[in-house]
């Protein structure tokens, strides 16, 4: 039964199997992340660290993806697993 619903899946037109490259660099501090988080808000699936953005927002907050530049807040930024 499960494979059988596998392959239906698989023949499914609004299933689209894609491959993406994400790196593991923060665009902040260009270190490797260790906290990965992004807004809620934002559409895309690469993350930035989360510690790196907290303390820049310390220094001048702004609260926008460094990203995409959309509205980050700290309630909408999620840690992503």
């Not at 260790?34 to 809620?40: A, E, H, I, K």
């Not at 934002?42 to 510690?51: E, G, K, V």
Request: glycine share 2%.
């Amino acid at each position: 039964l499960i494979i059988l619903l596998v392959r239906s899946k698989a023949r499914d037109a609004d299933i689209v199997a894609t491959a993406s490259v994400l790196s593991l660099k923060c665009p902040l501090s260009t270190l490797r992340i260790d906290l990965p988080c992004r807004s809620t808000a934002c559409r895309h699936n690469q993350c930035f660290d989360a510690t790196s953005y907290l303390q820049l927002q310390e220094q001048g907050p702004t609260w926008l993806c460094p990203l995409c530049n959309n509205p980050a807040p700290f309630d909408n930024l999620a840690v992503d697993e």
